[in-house]
Every structure is written in structure tokens, then in C-alpha cells.
């Protein structure tokens, strides 16, 4: 006993005082996703990417509404959320201390509006997308056809469609031929 408390003496303490202490984390842990919900745009691609289908972004027509939301529980922290989103609104964090009270504790929601339809009020995408295009669109050089390309971005697929075939109906009248 005695020569293990001398080695002991000798080489020093091996164990962490974790609990008690603060445990030096290397420089690329991988802890739990952080994610920024000013600069997510609700595209899916990290519930679409996300193994342990941790995240899931459900829609609800009804409200209005996309509900992006990660349950902690479940994930892996494997990062592909990170990777694959466009926006880098999800970045792993170094946190991985996740001990909770209760289940619901370990789930993080973030509640987003749809865009409605300008023709005909039903909602068809986040908001935060038809602005993104919207942004994109009014970089455009000529000022008037921006504006209609802005206005034509907050219109529904349906109502796009109804558009289109309106538009090639007139065309078609106008060069003389007729779409069967």
C-alpha cells in the first residue's frame, strides 16, 4: 500500500475533479446544436439531413405555421445539421452538459409564420423564404421588372400556374395559333 501512495505522490493525480471543477473541453467537441432562429430560413434541409430524425419541422396549414424544433434526446451530434444548412443558422456548440428536470426540457421550438398568397390568401411558404428570393430578386439591375419579379415571388404555385396558362392562352391567340 504504501509503494502505491508513493507512486501516486510521484507521477500526481490522475482523475478530474469534473463535477467539481471545470473539465477543459478540446477545441472541436461537438456539443449539443445551437440554433440561430434569425438567420434560419425554415428550409428543412437539417430534419431532412438529420439521422436520429432529431429535428422535425412540421407544417400546419390551418395556423399558418412551420415549427422548427430539435428534441436533444435524440440526437447524436454528429453535425451534418450544421453542414448541410444553407444559412448557417445551426452551428454545434460546445455545451454537452444536457441533464434536465423533465422530458419537455430537452426539446427547443421555434415557431415561424407562412407567406399567404397575394391572389388567393392560402399560405404555401415560409415567410422568411419569400423574403430571402425577395432580397435576391430586388438586387436586380432594372428596377421595374424587380418590383413585378417581388410581386410575383409572394404568389402561390396554384396561382403562378393559373397565370402562366392565362399568359400563354394570350399569346397564343395573338400569334394566331391555338393550344390543343
Known amino acids: 500500500m504504501f509503494k ?3 507512486e501516486v505522490l ?6 478530474v475533479k469534473y463535477p467539481f471543477a471545470p473539465l477543459e473541453r478540446p ?3 461537438r456539443g449539443k446544436p445551437e440554433h440561430n432562429h434569425v438567420k434560419c430560413m425554415v428550409c428543412s434541409a437539417c430534419a431532412v439531413a438529420c439521422p436520429p430524425n432529431a429535428i422535425q419541422t412540421p407544417l400546419d396549414m390551418r395556423e399558418g405555421t412551420k415549427t422548427w424544433s430539435i428534441n436533444y434526446g435524440r440526437c447524436v451530434f454528429c453535425g451534418r445539421c450544421e453542414e448541410v444548412c ?3 443558422a445551426i ?3 460546445t455545451e454537452f452538459e444536457l441533464a434536465v428536470m423533465t422530458k419537455e426540457d430537452m426539446e ?3 415557431v415561424y409564420h ?3 398568397c397575394t391572389q388567393c390568401g392560402s399560405h404555401f411558404a415560409p415567410a422568411k423564404q419569400v423574403a430571402y428570393v425577395a432580397r435576391i430578386l430586388a438586387q436586380g439591375k432594372d428596377t421595374n421588372t424587380a418590383a413585378q419579379k417581388l410581386e ?3 404568389v402561390c404555385p396554384k396561382c403562378k400556374q393559373k397565370y402562366d396558362v392565362q399568359r400563354l392562352m394570350e399569346q397564343s391567340k395573338e400569334e394566331g395559333e391555338w393550344l390543343c
Open 4 to 6: 502505491t501512495i508513493k
Open 10 to 15: 510521484r507521477t500526481g493525480n490522475a482523475t
Open 27 to 29: 477545441q472541436d467537441v
Open 86 to 88: 444553407p444559412s448557417k
Open 91 to 93: 452551428r454545434l456548440g
Open 108 to 110: 427547443e421550438l421555434c
Open 114 to 116: 407562412l407567406q399567404a
Open 152 to 154: 410575383y415571388a409572394k
